[in-house]
């Protein structure tokens, strides 16, 4: 059974950093890319991010590109996505996604 667990949410003010993670099993981790998308409050789903299952070819929104950095731990089937600079904009639930397989988000909240 596949399931994908994020973690790491939370609240911060602009300028501020957070750390999300993507705990994933029930499949064979390292045979697929693993996306991060984001929803949010009011709009549609927006793709973030994703990384191919041996870690290269990251590729980033141009919403985020330079303040966010996607990473994978192979060993723990674990991805991660550090997030600085963050702005208000990007206030939104954060998803794991494998192919048809989500996560159940976490939020993450940008605000002075």
Known sequence: QVQLVESGGGFVQPGGSLRLSCAASGFTFTSY???????????????????????GSPYYADSV???FTISRDNAKNTVYLQMNS??????AVYY?????????????????
């Not at 963050?86 to 206030?91: A, G, V």
């Open 96 to 112: 794991c996604n494998v192919r048809q397989y989500w996560g159940q988000g976490t939020q993450v909240t940008v605000s002075s």
């Open 65 to 67: 590109k330079g303040r």
């Open 33 to 55: 890319t693993v996306s991060w998308v984001r929803q949010a409050p009011g709009k549609g789903l927006e793709w973030v991010s994703d990384i191919n299952g041996l870690g």
């Open 86 to 91: 963050l702005k208000p904009e990007d206030t």
